[in-house]
């Protein structure tokens, strides 16, 4: 991946008090998701297909603003 450059999926910062992320598929908002399934799923309606395993070592998924344990506001990351 070039520097400068997002990964293909970006999970990005929880925003929503009550839980969720908003997700984006290159580039496109894909939708939120509440927890790890959710992403598989969404991603998966963009021709993606990934595995709970791949969510935390792919390179094709970016994490912003928290890992995939990170769902609410106050779990994120500064």
Request: glycine content about 10%.
């Given at each position: 991946?070039?520097?400068g450059?997002?990964?293909?999926?970006?999970?990005?910062?929880?925003t929503?008090?009550?839980?969720?992320?908003?997700?984006?598929?290159?580039?496109?908002a894909?939708?939120v998701?509440?927890?790890?399934q959710?992403v598989i799923?969404?991603?998966?309606r963009?021709g993606v297909?990934l595995?709970?395993?791949d969510?935390?070592?792919?390179?094709l998924v970016?994490?912003?603003g928290g890992?995939?344990?990170?769902?609410?506001?106050s779990d994120a990351?500064?």
């Amino acid at each position: 991946m070039e520097q400068g450059r997002s990964a293909p999926i970006v999970v990005h910062t929880p925003t929503i008090p009550e839980g969720g992320r908003a997700i984006s598929v290159q580039g496109r908002a894909a939708g939120v998701a509440h927890d790890a399934q959710d992403v598989i799923l969404l991603v998966r309606r963009h021709g993606v297909e990934l595995e709970r395993e791949d969510l935390d070592r792919s390179p094709l998924v970016e994490w912003r603003g928290g890992d995939s344990a990170a769902w609410k506001l106050s779990d994120a990351s500064p």
